[in-house]
Every structure is written in C-alpha cells, then in structure tokens.
C-alpha cells in the first residue's frame, strides 16, 4: 500500500524533479494533494489523517503554530531543504519537524531517505546532512512550577508572586510567568505599566525558528536583584496565544534561569471531550510544561468546595506530576475555632495531599499591593509572609537539589508550619 502525501513546496527548484520522482511506480508513494501554499496545507491536513506533509523550507510563513497544528492532526512532517543549505535543515528541526531530508538536482537519494523516514515513523527529530552544531538546543536543566487554583480568586497570584520574591531573596535567579489569559495581574501587583512587552509579544517571536533564552530575556522586566517578570497579555489577545510558541518559551525559561514560576489561569472548563479552548490551552501548556503544580485554594467553605470540585479535572491534566497543595487565608471566621483542624479534615476525604496552611493577612497584602510591592519587602514579619517563604525553601530544596537527605516530600515532612500554631486569627 503506496503512502499518501501533501505537498507544499513553494518555489524549490527542485520541486518538478522530487514530483516526478514520487510519481514513480515503484516509489512506494502517492501524491494525494499539491498544495499552492501552507494555509491550503493546513486545510488539507485536517481531513487527511495519517497522511505525510512535505514541506519545503522556502515556503511562506512556515512557522511552530503550523507544524503543531499538522501534528494534532495526525500528520507526520518532513520538511525538505536544499542539499547545498545546511542551515535550512536547522531552521526546519527548530520548528518542531519530525525529520528533515536534504533534496539536490538527483532527486533519487531524498526518496530512498524519505521511505527510510516514513518507515521508521520517527519519535524525535533527525537531521539528514546537517552538521550536528546546527541543532536546536534541548530543554535546559531549570525547573517550572506551575501554580494554580479554582476560580473565586483564591490569591493564587499573590502566592506566586511571593514564591518567586522568596526564591529569588534565598539566591536563585528566578523567573516569574503570568499566564492567565482571562485576567493577568502581577504586572498590576507591582505596579508596573500595562506596555510592558510580556507573553504576547514572546509568543509572537517564538512561533518563529531561532527562539531561544536569550529572546526571552529581552522581553522580560527586571523587578528585583534576582527576579524578572514576563508579563501576561490583555485578554482581548489571548486567542494569540498558541501552544507551539508558549511551548518554545517554557523551553526558553528552562534554559534561561534555574526555576521559573508561572502563574496559571483557573479556566480549564474549557477542556472536554479532547477539545481545548483559548484559555484552557495556555493552562494546560503550562501545567504539562511544569516538574510541579502547586494548587491554591482558600480557606472558606466556598473555597474549598471549588477546589474538591477543580481537583479531578486538574488530575486529568497533570497526570503523574508532583502536585502540592497551599491552603490560602486560613482564618477562624471562616471555619470555625480551629480552622487547621477543620481544613485537614474537610480535605482529608476528597485529596490524599496533605495540605499547607497559609495564615489570613490581609493587611500586609493590601499594603504590598497599595506600594506596588512584594509582602516581603512591605511585611516581612508577617505569619503570611513567613509561612510561605518556609514552603518556598521546602520546595526548592526538592525541586534543586539532586540529592536528599531523605526521601521524603514535603507534604509528608510537616503537616502545617510550626508559625500556624502562633496566629491570632481571631
């Protein structure tokens, strides 16, 4: 059975000798489509699954999001490039091909590569004829923490703002994300303006070859002696954000800074039956992008029942990760005289995390949001405060340390902080 193929070979002058060439009989292929240009392509490979998309490195806006979305439907991409031009072979991997074949006036040794391509169905990129120094650098050796909490503004982003403040406060260059596409807040948190060049424009660069840690460096605001931000994007804009790109960034962070810290939009009602939304498409980037998902939730009735209720759906996504539960603004008027012992045992039936508990300050975040600064810089006495740089050190010293003294997690090695037992949270 002969294997079908889309064209999209732009103005390669080779392209009436490569055709003729798989036209053979016994080439063991079959030209199913000649498409003009890549959107043709795009439409063509949704209704082929399975098919083999040649694609030619001189084709017009052949970018990350386009090959991605060839992969999601089930195509497998070959990107072909001129014999004499080493450097288009990198371009083509860089975009996320699965492999890439060097075509030159003798058409006859590509199709023998290409049968050997499509044979094997490659799981990782190969590069055909192409120095090994032209390859895109892998994923760098930096952690990703994904934070992430049910709506009903649990104070998910002040409690990334304050992980990534206290990671870079204890010595480690950090990276703080925002990535929520419905409603961005940390720029407004630090008081920085709305131009800041944040995820949207990185995201635009990204889909593009070449991307790496030094691109994302320049788009981001330095906010402390260690810490940059890269900001989020107004939400009349977040259909711009395609999981090819925020994939190239996560990949870029990673390289950039030893622990990047995203902060996660809440929506992922958006992801049933396979489909994906806008919103739903940045967290779930993210999460499956991240080594740990810390999940907030606030210490309320209402708080908790909307996290009990998220959990499963998170589940889903972050199957097999390390997922670390912070109980937010825990506070006797809302559960009652002992709320530690009331949130424990209220959790205890629904997740087999054991949580940590944040003592309710809402004075000092209020102050800190007032000064456009962080809760460190504005309270740093405050039990909030202390409590979460006790769970920020925990968690480094999981998540950048190769080695433990023992090992445990941290959700095993303290059921609450030992500050929880001095709040009057009266």
């Known amino acids: 059975m002969k294997t079908g193929l889309l064209l999209a070979l732009g103005s390669a002058h080779w392209e009436t000798g490569l055709v003729?060439?798989?036209?053979?009989?016994d080439s063991g292929f079959a030209v199913v489509r000649r498409c003009p240009d890549l959107a043709d392509l795009l439409a063509v490979a949704a209704v082929r699954n399975g098919a083999v998309a040649l694609i030619a490195n001189s084709v017009s806006r052949l970018d990350r999001s386009a090959v991605a979305y060839l992969h999601e439907s089930g195509v497998l991409v070959v990107g072909l490039f001129d014999a004499e031009n080493d450097a288009g072979g990198a371009?083509?991997?860089?975009?996320?091909?699965?492999a890439v074949v060097a075509v030159g006036e003798d058409v006859t040794g590509a199709i023998d590569e290409l049968a050997n391509v499509v044979e094997q169905r490659l799981e990782r990129p190969r590069l055909v004829a192409v120095s090994q120094d032209c390859v895109a650098q892998g994923p760098g050796a930096g952690r990703i923490v994904a934070v992430w909490g049910p709506v009903g503004s649990p104070g998910r982003s002040?409690?990334?703002?304050?992980?990534?403040d206290e990671s870079a406060r204890a010595g480690v260059e950090t990276l703080l994300i925002d990535a929520d596409p419905t409603s961005p807040t940390l720029s407004a948190l630090l008081g920085l303006c709305?131009?800041?060049?944040?995820?949207?424009?990185?995201?635009r660069r990204a889909g593009r070859a070449g991307f790496a840690s030094t691109d994302l460096s320049q788009l981001t605001a330095r906010i402390g002696h260690r810490l940059s931000l890269l900001a989020g994007v107004p939400s009349q804009h977040s259909g711009e954000l395609r999981p090819a790109g925020l994939a190239a960034i996560w990949s870029a962070a990673a390289q950039l800074v030893p622990l990047t810290i995203i902060d996660v939009g809440s929506d992922l009602a958006a992801i049933a039956d396979g489909f994906v939304g806008r919103s739903g498409s940045?967290?779930?980037?993210?999460?499956?992008?991240a080594d740990t998902v810390i999940v907030v939730g606030s210490a309320d009735p209402i708080g908790l029942a909307r996290l009990v209720t998220g959990l499963p759906r998170l589940r889903e996504v972050v199957r097999g990760r390390d997922l670390r539960l912070v109980i937010n603004r825990v506070r006797r008027g809302a559960v009652g005289p002992f709320p530690e012992r009331a949130i424990c045992e209220a959790l205890a039936e629904h997740v087999s995390e054991t949580p940590w508990l944040v003592p309710d300050d809402r004075p000092a975040f209020d102050e800190a949001v007032l000064a456009g600064r962080t809760i460190a810089e504005v309270a740093p006495n405050s039990l909030a405060r202390r409590s979460l740089a006790e769970f920020g050190?925990?968690?480094?010293?999981?998540?950048?340390?190769?080695?433990?003294?023992?090992?445990?997690?941290l959700g095993h090695r303290r059921l609450i902080p030992s500050l929880l037992r001095d709040v009057d949270t009266g």
């Open 20 to 25: 003729a060439g798989l036209a053979r009989a």
């Open 91 to 98: 371009h083509l991997i860089a975009l996320g091909c699965d």
């Open 158 to 164: 002040s409690v990334a703002l304050s992980l990534a």
């Open 194 to 203: 709305d131009d800041v060049p944040g995820l949207l424009v990185a995201v």
């Open 282 to 289: 940045v967290a779930v980037s993210a999460l499956t992008a």
């Open 393 to 409: 050190e925990a968690l480094r010293a999981d998540l950048l340390t190769s080695a433990f003294a023992d090992d445990v997690s």
